[in-house]
């Protein structure tokens, strides 16, 4: 059996090409069909501008002032594609994280390859090419999907060098150097893509899977002392002269607010200690109801062999999730560095599984959790039918999206009949197939969201449409103003004004609205309705009204 299913799979190069055209067509083809969305892609796009614009490569700016939030790594990807692609749009943004995404894809199945067999490094690129957070961050200008990219390189070097420092070969000593400072290396090109957490995050996982191997030697062998030091030494090269322009301000603002107030008090995103415990599981379906089967094979007699290989995806996997769950501040792309870890967990699973070397579990631990998938999979699929009365009868206020229902009748469909196909496939027992239709069914419903729901949903999503607005009345002498929490990086990007005054208090935005020439202020609806009432209002006219992302945003003008 396992023979033959050994033919049916392609060669290295062609699985590696396999990879490419995989994620070409998932992840590129419809990249710039939506406009960027809150919160973070008009900012960071917004950062990467202005860095062109005034040539400043050190010190970043945004709304005209210095920008700390990120190392700039990042925003030289951007700034780099802009030029490639000729323009800031929104295919030139998501770019790098397109590539970043399909560069792990790919890392991932070398891993695989080198954890277990170049077939388990195959199903574990689709897997992770596949899984819906790792998808949609890959579409979106967001650091993560680097960062990811870099920690996982960082990964895939310590784990080539220990197990090269393993052998007793001489050919294989002699190319230890390379993933020696590739490990280090790598971590402080992810530290200069989102900060310390960049180094913290591989640094822990291979120290942590030592001690779980009691290989103290191992750890003396990693050589941290010169190892940090290059570290330390390449992400300088950029900090040092930051600071020495941005000054004691920007010191505080990467290295307190940004970092160590960020991770312990949790001023962005609080959320309590087990909300990953729920949350990780949506994001990563559908092969979250692999992952248990995975856990128990990597623990269990069958996998005995290959246990130095599972543990270290084991304490890959852990120690990001607790690293991330102790933070006061979550999101559910913080997780996204574990994804790799998660894939080949389960890539080695279904590898073993439709190889039918699992036979002692496989109806407990894989056939009812796959039979649980289908059941949710036709049960999302019929409850997509059910929306317009769902919405006719509950929800009157969503009635202007009725009109789109019929393009989501495809998705339902797609999950559906798939559902229908897998069980269908899971009852002849060819779990080969069905493996590889829940991978077609997540690529299907992926590019067909991006290429025709992502566009539907846009007008309620972007900052664009009410920057129009403003770009259509205001004159080059005028001002504009920003109250509240709105943030002006959606702002300056759409309407290309900077800076925009942001007006943190109710009097100061009475004072801007009663200034002597004409200007225009953004702010939430429930704001402006709230000081219409207000003593001292200078009666402002309400010019236009938007949703923007979560935000009910009104355009408002003095005269």
């Known amino acids: 059996m396992e023979d033959r299913i050994s033919r ?29 969305w809150n919160p973070d892609e008009p900012r960071y796009a917004e950062v990467a501008r202005e860095m062109v614009k005034g040539g400043d490569w050190v010190l970043m700016h945004l709304n005209g002032a210095d920008y700390g939030n990120k190392p700039p790594l990042f925003f030289w990807l951007m700034a780099f594609s802009s030029y490639l692609w000729q323009g800031f749009t929104s295919f030139s943004v998501r770019f790098p994280s397109a590539l970043f995404g399909t560069l792990t894809v790919l890392l991932t199945f070398l891993l695989g390859k080198e954890l277990y067999a170049s077939r388990t490094g195959f199903l574990s690129g689709l897997i992770l090419a596949t899984s819906a957070e790792f ?93 940090l030091l290059l570290m330390v ?21 990467t290295l307190m607010v940004h970092t160590i107030d960020r991770y312990a008090t949790g001023w962005s995103k609080v959320r309590p200690f087990y909300y990953y415990l729920y949350n990780f599981p949506a994001d ?114 969503y009635l202007p999206f009725l009109p789109h229902f019929p393009n989501l009748l495809p998705i339902a469909f797609l999950m559906v009949g798939g559902s229908l196909a897998m069980f269908i496939l899971c009852r002849f027992k060819n779990y080969g197939a069905t493996l590889f239709l829940i991978i077609g069914i997540m690529a299907g419903g992926f590019f067909y969201t991006a290429r025709v729901v992502f566009p539907l949903v846009n007008p309620y999503k ?34 290309g004004i900077v800076p925009i005054s942001e007006l943190e208090k109710r009097e100061d935005l009475f004072h801007f609205l009663k200034s002597p020439g004409r200007v225009f202020c953004l702010l939430k609806f429930r704001d402006f309705s709230s000081f219409q009432t207000a003593e001292g209002w200078p009666n402002a006219q309400l010019i236009a009204r938007r949703k923007v992302g979560n935000n009910d945003v009104v355009l408002i003008s003095n005269w």
């Open 462 to 495: 972007s900052a664009r449409y009410i920057c129009l607005e403003i770009t259509a009345r205001i004159l080059p002498e005028e001002r504009l103003g920003i109250y509240g929490d709105l943030g002006t990086g959606p702002y300056n990007f759409y309407t």
């Open 135 to 227: 998808a949609y961050i890959s579409t979106r200008a967001d650091t993560d999907s680097t960062l990811t990219f870099f920690t996982t390189a960082s990964l895939f070097c310590f784990f080539r060098w220990y197990q090269h420092r393993r052998e007793e070969k001489s050919a294989q000593r002699s190319i230890r150097g390379l993933p020696f400072y590739g490990f280090y290396v790598g971590m402080a090109l992810a530290t200069l893509v989102k900060g310390p957490v960049g180094f913290i995050l591989p640094l822990l996982v291979s120290l942590v899977y030592l001690v779980l191997q009691r290989d103290w030697k191992g750890v003396k062998g990693m050589r941290l002392l010169p190892g």
């Open 233 to 253: 030494v390449i992400v300088l090269s950029w900090y040092v002269p930051a600071v020495w322009k941005g000054g004691k301000n920007f010191l505080n603002q």
């Open 284 to 397: 990563f379906m559908p092969w979250i109801f692999s992952l248990p089967a995975a856990l128990v094979l990597g623990f269990s007699k069958e996998s005995f062999e290959k246990r130095k290989e599972f543990l270290f995806l084991f304490a890959w996997l852990v120690v990001i999730f607790l690293f991330f769950s102790l933070s006061k501040g979550k999101r559910p792309l913080y997780l996204l560095p574990l994804y790799p870890a998660a894939s080949l967990m389960i890539g080695k699973l279904w590898d073993d599984f439709i190889s039918v070397r699992v036979d002692r579990f496989r109806h407990e631990w894989i056939t009812i959790p796959l039979y649980g998938l289908i059941g949710l999979v036709l049960i999302a699929g019929a409850a997509i039918f059910l929306i317009p009365w769902v919405v006719l009868k509950k929800f009157p206020s």
């Open 8 to 36: 049916i799979y392609p060669q290295k190069w062609a699985q590696i090409l396999l990879l490419l055209g995989f994620c070409l067509v998932i992840y590129f083809v419809n990249l710039g069909r939506w406009d960027l």
